[in-house]
Structure formats: structure tokens, C-alpha cells
């Protein structure tokens, strides 16, 4: 009935065998084989219907591979080799963990009421079961060892404590009397570690611990375990703990659901143990499963479908930064400018404060005088050029000095300009273009070769701080363009020839400035301290935002981008650090502590260093050469529930399949995703991340504006918290690769005023009558309201009465607006507000709301489907003549699903009309609707044809294009 295409859900379980990586998904096991870099993917096969897989084993017999999984209560053996399922087992009881007993065909499987069974898996049958004295539930379990009379189980206990057993010991009983007790946490035991070559246990706990214990488990006699040390540094619950040992260091790795992956280091002692934190990745996940090879690599697992892969020795080697070798201060005066220089060799230029130029050469660590300045003093403005070859020095006194240097560091004046009467306030290099700031706003355009021509002059906008940071050119066929963004954070548009600007955007990086201004084919893209970085275009003498982009948190200084291999990277300072932050991952891809933005710098990626002063010392960071190069296995999506999933496009390319979908999400973000299907193989590709919205994305609405094979045009209205609605214009390019496949442009915002706790719960858009386009709003305070979107500006235009009862969803039908919510009913209501009809559907909430036209007694009617939360689906025949609307005929599916119903999607086919229903019952139904005539009455009846189970857990909406559906909750799922 359905099969799936592709799926994005949690990764639950993580193996690592010799060169593949097995990770679980719902009940689908993936297989990648680990190359030199990261692994890759090879092949995957459902195992699973309905479990989850929690847990992956490998292990061989008789010169054959094979692979366990298990989740829930059940379990299954595959060969590596082709994936045949061997076996398939139930159990009674959940299962926590298998161990494959050495040269046998038994299994030791541990469930969750402290109990363990020795299970055959060639005869498929359990051979005995053994108990521990102590019942209780259990919230984790370990297995210690490879041979059935010296197993250990380790349990993770309700009541906050470990109890060791052996099943196999003393066959003839079946009550075991524990081996040791292990208390001392306070919360209960998600995961427990023993290392034999340390003789120490690891406990992780839900009191934020990891715990060492000093133990024997090889033994098998009665004992006591001493707790050598308290690890403190996760602000949640911890789900996995691991010892790793390399070059003789010995190293745990914890993951948890706060999102970090930390790297403790151990120092072992007699009677105690120390540690250190050694190095925090955050994931900014829920971490739910890792694996290891047991020497240097590892992988995590995320809570939003991600997958990453790490090096030990990698992630624990230190940035160093080394101190540049001394200059004679007495002489040369105080460092203050730093610049780096890409010549013979890496270099830094370095300005002090009585006019000397310097050349510090990296490689040779030693220095040189470049030019001396004598009629500059402290305060100065040093800028090099893209090349190298070109600098320029302006003083107080509005003179500017550009000096060409050569590969020897020999250096020519090649010009001294008196550009203003007052002092130089920046200078700015585009090309061989020099842009310099001077006071009250002047801006002078420099064109700088053989010989310095001053090209135009401009005077920007009136300003607390008026100067410019960053410029550069746009080219057009008519004339040149000069974009400029300044010191109070604003943005103009200059034209060659024309002293003030023909276009600004004022303050669109806030009152602390714009910092950089890059060009990628026809978009320019801003960074500023505020934290954001923004796209334009220009459009003849027109410069227009397109989007705006939030950094990761804490990072309000962003000084410019990097693009590399068409993967956005941000660099700039969060705190006292320096960082290079990934828009792809969302992770940080450098760091290095250098006491902030408020002193002289400079980043270069083509020579991998980052250099600073600080304390009037030039100190030199060597940056990995691999710094972009993403740890990333498998994309993540959202990190939160998805509340609303919409198609965009679905499109046939060559020999392949693409859908285009936009999700919408708690996490405040709309992600745009590509989904390539070439036969059994789909990859998935984030287009774009609109983070715009402050607070939740409740509702996407999409009116496709036009279409042709080439391209296509789509009107995008998002809704969420606080009130807002967003308006996006999305531009798809099909066949073009060379092009930017998805270009989105911001076009309208609306923020009500009305109070901050006000949610727009669902948004309905169509084409108006007149220019522009109407959008209706149900809202969380018992109010619809309708909106006109015309050019940028979005208009409150009218709003019905207060019903006393929060609006969840609303449609579009004919000429009317149809809204339903928290109090059952269904109301059918004008633009303007009044109320047509009203009906009650269901006992409770309305969640989800379908309409299409279909034949009823002969005429064409309208046929609504309602579900809530009582479980039930409702059908209701309406027609509509003369403006009104009049409810025919009905009929109800009481307990259509075993929860609330949250999405629907109705179709109207050759018997009649096809219905698909989800509910939080993770099953995706579908219904045959059809009449029938009963004591000479017409009649709808609704045909249950099939249902399918799904992985995605809290499912909330599904869309359907052609013969796709789309699912969304925790995670998303395509099927056809």
C-alpha cells in the first residue's frame, strides 16, 4: 500500500566492525564503509516493522559474519555478508541487551525486570531463563564477558544502583544472588562501561555523573566496588559512556542529551583518579547513540537524524600559539595594526605607534623593516590589498600613503594623497579599488595601478558614525554600482558619478556596524556585529535584503564569510574566542582563546593561521588545514518536533526523482531540503535554513506563482509564536547546477501587537481578486483574521469575533474561509469576517482538516473531513449555492485511530473520493469514501483500506503532491 522512499529519524544505535559502520534508524539498518575520510554509504534493509533498533553487535561463527540487532521486544540476526535474516525473535519482555556467547549458537539476552535468557538463535527456541534475587525494573543493562559460566550482568537498577549477577553461574539455581551492589548516584543508570585491562566500571546517571568504580568482574566472587572519582561537566541526562585507550592515554568519551560530546582524560593513581575535560563538542542535539573502533574513531548519533565521525587524536590535539620573536620596542615603537601577507613566504606586517612598517617572516621568525613613516604617529589606518602588493596607511591629518611592496619586502611609495582635511576613519581594499572614509562622511573611490586616479566622491547619510567599513562594485551594463555599509550598521547604494546614495537601508545590522561586504555571482552578503549575516541583490538603482541569517548563539561578532565547496562558513567572536562556525552543521569548526574582538587581528585561510596581539606581543595560531572539513556522515535536520511539512516541487531530472520540501519546526526554523532518488538510493541536501522567526513555526502555506521546466515560482507564508508572519518569494532551479538551486527572498514580515503570548496556529493564502494576495490567520486567542499582502507591506484588514475557543486550523474553500478549533466546531465564515455556518464535527479539538469536490445525488458537492482529538474522522457533504452553505450529509469513523488524528489529506478519485489519515498512533491510514443509497437516501460511507506503520514518533501533518506523501513530527518520512 506504501512503501518508503526515504526517512529522517533519530539514530538510535551505532556499531563499529572492522571497516563498515552500522547505524539504526526506526527499524531500518544503514551499512557505510569507512574510508580514508568519513564513511560512506553503501546499502540499508527494514528489519524492524514496528521496533525501534536500540542496539547493534557483530559477531562471527564458523568463518561467517553475522550482525544482531535488537530494540523493544525483539531481536534479529542478519549475515554480514548479504543481510539474510537468520533469525527473528519476541519477547515477552524489552530487551536491554544481547551478548553472543563465544563458539556457540546462544545468545545471552538481559530484559528489562533483571532477568537473563540463554537463547539458541539456529533452533530459534530459549534453552533456560535466570532471574536475580533482586526484581525491580530496569533502566539499562551490561554484559560483561564472552562465555556463558564467567558472564557478568551488570544492571542498571530503579533504585539508583548497579547490581552485578551472574546468570550462568550455578545452573541449578535459578533465584542468582547479586556479586556486588554499587550504589551512589542519585538518579537512575542509563549506561555502564567496564574496562578489563583498567579493572574500572563506568556508570553514567541521570544526576548529570559519570562514576569510576574500582572492580573485579573476572573473578566471580563476592566483593565490594570503591567509587576512585566524580565526573561532573553534562547539564543533562547522560545516555552513553566509553573508555578509550591511545598511545597509552587513557581517554572517556560521554554523550548526552544536553548535546555535548565531552573527552575526559584520566590519570591513574593507586587510590584515586583524576581527570580533566579535554575536549566539548557540542552537537547541539540530543546525542543518542555512539559507537567506537575501540583505538581512535568514533561516531555519535543525533536526536535529528544527524550522524558525525571524529578522530581522537584529532579532536584532543591543541591549538598552539606561538609567540613571534622579539623587535626592539625602544627603537621601533609599540605593535599596533597586525595584517598577513602572503609572499615568498607567510609573513605578518605589523604598524607601530611611531610610523614603522614591519615584516615578520613565520617560517624564518625574524624581522624586518619594511618603510618608516616618519610623519605618522599612534593613531593610524593600515589596509593591505587582496594581492599582497598594495599598502595603505592613513594618519590624523587625512593623508594616505600607499606604499607597493615587493616579494623581497622592498618597498616604493607609490603615492601620497591628501584626501581630507581631517582624520582617515577607514580604508578598504575591492580589488585594485581603494575605498577611504574621511570626516563628516566623505568617502573618496580610488582606482590604484601604475598610478592613483581618484574615480568619484561620496558623502554618506547623516550619522552618530559616519564612515564606511567594507565596499565594493557591482557592474551593470548602464553604469557602475558602489555598495557601502558603514560604522552605524546601515547599508547604500551608491552610483558612479552621484555623491549621495540612490538607495539605503538603514540600521539593517543594528547601531555596532557592518563588518564585511562579499560578492557570489549576482547576491552580495553583509556580516555585523549584531550577530547576523544578510543576503541582497541590486535591481537597476535598487538594493533589496533577501534574507537575514542568525550566527550560533553567543556569537555577536561576525567579521566575514568563507565559501567552500558551496558550504558557508562564519568566522568572528563569540566572547574572548575566535571561531569559524559551519552554517551546514551549526558547529564550530575552529576556536582559539585570544581575549576578544577589541584589539588588532587577522584570519587567513589560504595560510592556515590566525594571529593577534595581545599584551603588545604578536602571538601566531596554526590553523588545521582541514579546518573545513565537515565531521558530518549524515545531515540533521530539525532538533525539535516538526510541526508543519509542505512539498514545494516534484520534478523529474535525468534518470532520477527530485522533491523539494520545506519543514517547519519548535526549533524557530524552516528548513528547505532536497530529496535526489536514483532507483533504490536517495540523498537528501539542505537547499536553505530560514531562522527569521523568533519563535515557533506553526504553519507553511505554499501558492506556486509560476512554473515552467526550467524553473519554478512559489509564494511561501510561514506562521508561528509571538504572532508573526513571514512572506518568502522561493525561486527553484531545475535543471541549471551551475546556478543556485533554491534562491529565497524575503519579501514581507508581520509582528501583532497585541500580546507576545498570542500564536498564529495555522495560515491559509490564495490570490486575491485585485493585486496582491490574501492571507486568513486562526488564531490562538479565539480570533480569525485576514490579512492583504500587497508589494512588502502586510495589512490587517478585518477580524471575526471572539469565540472563547483557540483556532488550530484553517482552509480556503470556494469564495469562504474555513476555520475549526479547540471547542469541535466548524465554522465557514467570510473575508470580512461574519459567519456563514457553523457545525460541530467533533467532540473535541479539530487538529486536521481536508476538502475536495465530489459527485453527491448527482450534483457536485463539497466533501469536508474532519479529525480531532477524540479519535474519530468526520465527513461531511456541504453545498454551496448563493453564498451559502448547507451540510447534506455526514457520517462519523468513531476510533479511527487509536489517538487524536492530527493530518489529513482527501482526493477525490473514480469511486468517489480517497482519504489519508495520521495520528500519533504512528499509523498512516488509508479510506475509500463512496455512497451508497439506503431506504431511497444517499449516503456517505467511509471504507478502511489499509494502514501502515511508521517510525516517525508525534506525528502532527503529512502532505501529499502526486502520488508522494510526506510525513512530519519527529522527524520526516516520504512514501509513495
Known sequence: MFSTLWQSVPVTALHINDEYLYTGQGGTLSVYKICKGKPKYLEKRNVFNHAVIHGIKSFSLEEKQYIVLFGGKEMAILTIQDFYLVCHYKSKDWIWDVQPITKSTTLAIALAHNSCILFDWKKNEEICAFHCSIKCILYSAHFIGWNWEDLVLCAGTVFNQVVAWMP???????????????????GVIFDMHYNNQLQILLTASDDR????????????????????????????????VETLIVDGLVYVISISEDGLCITWLLSMNKEDIQFKVVKKLNLHSNLLSYASDGKDRFAVGCNNGAIYWYSLSEITSSNQCLEAAPFSKDQHGTPKIIKLLSLKAPSVLLYTDKGYVLCYDILLAKWKVVHHLSDYGSYAVMSVAPDGTLIAVGNTKGNVTILYLEKELNTTTLAKLESFSGKIQNISWYQKEMFVSGPSGQLNWYHVDTDVI?????????????WHMDALIVNSESQDHVICGDRRGSIHLFVNGQSVPVCTIHGVHGKHGVTSLDKHGNIIISTGRDGYWRQFCVNTSKIEMLTQHRAAQGMEWLENIKLENFRLYVYGFRGNKFVVWSKFSGNEMFSVTCGGCHRSWDFSTELSKFVFLKASQLNIVEVPENVFEESLVEVGFHNHQINCVRFLASYAHDD????????????????????????????????????????????????TSSETDITKEILMVTVGGRATINVYNIQIQKLASNKVPCLVKHVATYKSGASPDMRFMDVAAWKSDNDGHMVAVACSDGKMRWFRLNDNTITLLSESRDTGHCYLVTSRINDHTLAAGTDGFVRIMTSEGSEVSRFRTNQSGVNAIAFCHMTFQGARHGCLA?????????????????????????????????????????????FGAQLVSTSIDQRVTLWRISTFEDDDKTSLRCQHLGSKFTHIADVSCIDVIRDRYVISGRGFQVMT
Request: proline share 2%.
Open 168 to 186: 550462568g553461574k550455578n545452573k541449578d539455581v535459578e533465584q542468582k544472588i547479586p556479586l556486588m551492589l554499587i550504589p551512589g548516584h542519585d
Open 209 to 240: 555523573s559519570i562514576r569510576v568504580w574500582k572492580c573485579s568482574m573476572s573473578n566471580g566472587n563476592e566483593q565490594q566496588a570503591k567509587c576512585a572519582c566524580v565526573m561532573y561537566g553534562h547539564e543533562a541526562r547522560i545516555w552513553k
Open 866 to 910: 474532519t479529525g480531532g482529538d477524540d479519535n474519530s474522522i468526520r465527513l461531511t457533504m456541504l453545498k454551496f449555492e448563493r453564498g451559502a452553505v448547507e451540510e447534506v450529509s455526514h457520517c462519523t469513523v468513531e476510533d479511527a485511530h487509536a489517538t487524536q488524528v492530527t493530518g489529513l489529506h482527501l482526493a477525490e478519485s473514480e
Open 454 to 466: 581618484l574615480v568619484s566622491k561620496f558623502v554618506l547619510p547623516q550619522a552618530k558614525h559616519r
Open 656 to 703: 532520477c526523482h527530485v522533491d523539494i520540501i520545506a519543514t517547519a519546526s519548535e526549533d524557530t526554523k524552516v528548513i528547505i531540503t532536497k530529496l535526489l532518488h536514483n532507483k533504490d538510493v536517495c540523498k537528501a541536501e539542505v537547499l536553505h535554513v530560514i531562522d527569521d522567526h523568533c519563535s515557533n513555526v506553526r504553519s507553511i502555506r505554499v501558492l
